[in-house]
């Protein structure tokens, strides 16, 4: 199956730091998608991302799928985004998400 | 409103008990999951279903066994719970194919505490 590799495994910034997170996978994918889980536990989805670029707000991400790798840029980061994040892909056919071991981050005032 | 929804939220139980967990979502989704993680907050695939059918059952013991009555509901029985069942266990739905659009949407978790 599937391999799902993100870095860096921790992060602690100072508040208003940017911060770029990686993701690389072992085969091709074609449903890429990234995940915040807040210290409560929700995990909100952040971007449906198979390939190209998208932003929202503060964050935005990037995939490069003949390179089969994504990033996710935060800039001016704030303390509600401490958690962890979480990339996940997968295809079409299984529909099901393959998670990487997440990057724990931690912004700190 | 909520999109997806789990009961309980917490449940704590002892060992050899059966339980289950109920999974809602109002999102008009064709497919839901049921995803595992565990203290070290890997999370991984349980189970999928399409239009009520399983399309993915990943290697889980036969204690578990999810339900799907109709779309929006997907169930999951956990027979003779064991310790190392402990875990928070997270539904999940997507749209149906072909919406250009994949996006899974997570319920709030249930913590399992098995004793």
């Known amino acids: 199956g599937i391999q799902v590799e993100q870095s860096p495994p921790d992060l602690i910034l100072q508040e208003g730091a940017n911060s770029t997170l990686r993701c690389n996978f072992s085969d091709s994918v074609n449903n890429l998608q990234w995940f915040h889980q807040n210290p409560w536990g929700q995990l909100i989805n952040l971007f449906y991302?198979?390939?190209g670029t998208k932003q929202n707000g503060r964050l935005s991400a990037t995939t490069v799928a003949t390179e089969r790798y994504s990033l996710l840029y935060i800039s001016s980061s704030q303390t509600t985004d401490s958690g962890v994040y979480f990339c996940?892909?997968?295809?079409?056919?299984?529909?099901?998400?393959?998670f990487g071991s997440g990057t724990r981050l931690q912004v700190q005032p | 409103d909520t999109a997806v929804s789990q009961t309980p939220k917490y449940l704590v139980t002892q060992m050899g008990n059966d339980k289950s967990i109920k999974c809602e979502q109002n999102l008009g989704h064709d497919t839901m999951y049921w995803y595992k993680q565990d203290s070290k907050k890997f999370l991984k695939i349980m189970f999928s279903?399409?239009?009520?059918?399983?399309?993915i059952n990943e290697t889980v013991p036969n204690r578990f066994s999810p339900k799907s009555p109709d779309k929006a509901h997907l169930n999951l029985h956990i027979n003779s719970l064991e310790l190392g069942d402990s875990a928070v266990y997270f539904c999940?739905?997507?749209?149906?194919?072909?919406?250009?659009?994949?996006?899974?949407?997570f319920g709030p978790g249930t913590r399992l505490l098995v004793l």
């Open positions: 991302i198979p390939s």
């Open positions: 999940a739905s997507s749209p149906p194919l072909g919406t250009h659009r994949e996006t899974q949407y």
């Open positions: 279903y399409n239009n009520k059918e399983l399309i």
């Open positions: 996940a892909g997968g295809n079409t056919g299984r529909r099901a998400l393959t």
